[in-house]
């Protein structure tokens, strides 16, 4: 009894006097985004150490590099430009035009802008392992500017930009992409895609008659870690993206956690039943492909449908690998499968298994539209993009500088100076 009468003394006065709920509420569902956006940041990490684990030694410094560089960058353009563009009133449905620069706003509207600046950067860095090996270090940098200050925004504003007023025309039909398997990983792809192409293959990669040639990373177990925590960064992404704390994350979690270890094991059975080999690489993209998937439909779906739409998943990146492949073209990561192809089945697969309403035509073929409409925005302007920036200011190394690897040729630094000294004593030429 003692206790309680004491207690209210304790406390600070505004409990003591019966808080406000709704800024006890407004308190907490701030403290989410802010956790889950520090998780999606940590995803950055993931990205770092699988694709420097799938590159190559002499190339180790430059993919980590490039990951670091471009969300410093991609951070600082999102938020003079790309959060306005991708938020701001938006009266036509095609962009923002408004909330540029942010300053002088309401609390909850930072915590947005930081949550969703975490959202660029993972766009961004989808290009990095796709383009890795060849890319000169200040072209990469230069695109990468772009894409978050305007290829990402702009999509992202015709499905999500009605914060402030207004909404997007994907929005407007009922396009459902809960946490981006478009907006996000397919546009980051489909601009991986446009630089593979604009800079064509490692040296090496593809024989004279189109036979291909593995180059294999030089870290597998860096390709693990990097693998898990990635998956751990998910929970961030696709749970934090109800910018509340509200009951519904539970469902959503278990989505993205079930999507990814059935996205696994559809890459290992896909792997048995074509009697290849069972390789580490490929289980760990599968295991993200289930993660890309299940980014769109991890709201309104139930886990049963979850664990399909990994498994689909997971045959989509087996199957779109050999595709890039058979058409001589160089992922070094296998990012256009894992986040492009696995981002539009489970585009579709949000629109297909929708509780309450499954298999709804209507409602697919309004998910087909805005995978159309996200490849056709993303896809020719991030081409003409490095097609600009290949003229202006190169947007491949040089031969010699592929062949001795990028570390020290745009670093002056290698990552295992202890067994790569040679290069080091050589000097630059």
């Known amino acids: 009894m003692t206790i309680r009468w004491l207690l209210p003394c304790l406390l600070p006065f505004p409990l003591a ?29 993931g990205f770092a150490l699988l694709e420097s684990g799938m590159s190559r030694a002499k190339n180790a410094v430059n993919v980590v590099m490039k990951n670091f560089m471009d969300v410093c960058l991609g951070s600082l353009a ?41 959202f660029a950067a993972t766009a961004v860095t989808i290009a990095s392992g796709a383009m890795a ?23 992202g504003s015709w499905v999500w930009g009605s914060l402030y007023g207004g909404e997007g025309w994907l929005a407007q039909l009922g396009f459902i992409d809960f946490a981006g398997s478009t907006v996000v990983h397919s546009v980051g792809a489909w601009v991986a895609l446009a630089g593979i192409i604009v800079l064509g293959p490692r040296l090496g990669r593809f024989g004279e008659q189109g036979e291909t040639r593995p180059l294999p990373g030089h870290n597998l177990t860096q ?51 074509l009697r290849r080999p069972i390789l580490l690489t490929q289980n760990v993209n ?16 139930e886990p049963l449908f979850a664990v399909v739409t990994g498994l689909v998943a997971g045959l989509t990146v087996v199957f779109g690998t050999d595709l890039l492949e058979g058409l001589g073209l160089d992922d070094v990561v296998g990012a256009v499968p894992v986040h492009g192809f696995a981002g539009v089945w489970g ?34 302007l991030a081409l003409l993009m490095y097609l600009v920036i290949h003229r202006l200011i190169g947007l491949r190394a040089s031969t010699v500088d592929e062949q001795r ?11 295992y100076p202890e067994f790569q000294g040679e290069i080091l004593h050589a000097g630059k030429e």
């Open 286 to 301: 599968g295991a993200i492909g289930g993660l890309v998937a299940i980014t769109a439909g991890c709201a309104t779906m």
């Open 405 to 415: 690897g990028l570390d020290f040729s745009e670093h002056s630094e290698v990552g």
């Open 223 to 273: 390709v693990a870690l990097g693998g898990f925590i990635l998956w751990l960064g998910w929970f961030g992404f696709n749970a934090g993206s109800t910018t509340a704390a509200e009951t519904t994350i539970g469902l959503i979690a278990l989505n993205t956690h079930l999507a990814a270890a059935a996205g696994a094991l559809g890459v290992l059975l896909t792997l048995f039943i």
């Open 133 to 155: 090996e060849r890319t000169r270090y200040q072209a990469y940098l230069a695109g990468a500017v772009v894409i978050c200050a305007l290829i990402y925004p702009v999509f």
């Open 17 to 45: 006097a019966q808080a406000d709920t709704t800024d006890i509420q407004a308190a907490v569902d701030t403290l989410w985004v802010v956790v889950a956006a520090a998780l999606v940041f940590f995803m950055q990490a």
């Open 347 to 380: 585009t579709l697969a949000a629109g297909l298994f929708v509780t309450g309403d499954l298999f709804n035509p209507v409602q697919v073929a309004i998910q087909a539209l805005g995978v159309v409409a996200g490849f056709l925005w993303a896809f020719p």
């Open 78 to 118: 999102f938020w003079l430009v790309g959060y306005g563009l991708m938020f701001g009133d938006n009266p036509t449905g095609l962009f923002g035009q408004s909330h540029f620069l942010l300053g002088n706003a309401e609390h909850l509207d930072y915590s947005l802008l930081f949550f969703q600046t975490m």
